[in-house]
T-cell receptor, first 114, second 115 residues
Framework: AQSVTQLDSQVPVFEEAPVELRCNYSSSVSVYLFWYVQYPNQGLQLLLKYLSGSTLVKGINGFEAEFNKSQTSFHLRKPSVHISDTAEYFCAVSRMEYGNKLVFGAGTILRVKS | ETGVTQSPTHLIKTRGQQVTLRCSSQSGHNTVSWYQQALGQGPQFIFQYYREEENGRGNFPPRFSGLQFPNYSSELNVNALELDDSALYLC??????????????FGPGTRLTVL
């Protein structure tokens, strides 16, 4: 079975600073990788996904992530954060042969301070 | 285009009771998945329905059951509620039999509190 580890439960950062949210996964087979964002009292919104091809994936709101197969990582980055990026971020994987049934990490709360 | 909607928004029940949560999928989507998100945790997959048939189930006991209707809306039923069932229940819809690469669109969730 696959699992997802988000290495930081909370990440505080000042506005306009860069940020990296870390995600590692374990799976013996090929997977698809996703990052979702959850704003307070809302559902999950897809930020970006890696299916195949280029290991650098660009998403919405200026976020990007890099797939590293040898390190089984899929870290999320943004070069300059805004107050409005304050939210909880979830990394998730799905196994190619199991449809889009997602396995999520525990989440990382990004707190952007002014 | 209407997104995924869920009802009710909040619900309070007592141990041993039964609850039904409802989800309307996004227009054109024939697959619905349900997830349980306990406080401070990531969502956990409960089960998925495709064209009214169960299409995969996570590690949840049989007292968690579901239905999908011909219009692709869905229900999640939980019998014999336990305190640990308190969580945010998320519904997500997608198209094309839930192929791995298909995006799931999530509703806002139903917050269930079991006392």
């Amino acid at each position: 079975a696959q699992s997802v580890t988000q290495l930081d439960s909370q990440v505080p950062v000042f506005e306009e600073a860069p940020v990296e949210l870390r995600c590692n996964y374990s799976s013996s087979v090929s997977v698809y990788l996703f990052w979702y964002v959850q704003y307070p009292n809302q559902g999950l919104q897809l930020l970006l996904k890696y299916l195949s091809g280029s290991t650098l994936v660009k998403g919405i709101n200026g976020f990007e992530a890099e797939f590293n197969k040898s390190q089984t990582s899929f870290h999320l980055r943004k070069p300059s954060v805004h107050i409005s990026d304050t939210a909880e971020y979830f990394c998730a994987v799905s196994r190619m042969e199991y449809g889009n049934k997602l396995v999520f990490g525990a989440g990382t709360i990004l707190r952007v301070k002014s | 285009e209407t997104g995924v909607t869920q009802s009710p928004t909040h619900l309070i029940k007592t141990r041993g009771q039964q609850v039904t949560l409802r989800c309307s999928s996004q227009s054109g989507h024939n697959t619905v998945s349900w997830y349980q998100q306990a406080l401070g945790q990531g969502p956990q997959f409960i089960f998925q329905y495709y064209r009214e048939e169960e299409n995969g189930r996570g590690n949840f006991p049989p007292r968690f059951s579901g239905l999908q209707f011909p219009n692709y809306s869905s229900e999640l039923n939980v019998n014999a509620l336990e305190l640990d069932d308190s969580a945010l229940y998320l519904c997500a819809s997608s198209e094309d039999r839930g192929l791995s690469y298909n995006e799931q669109f999530f509703g806002p969730g139903t917050r269930l509190t079991v006392l």
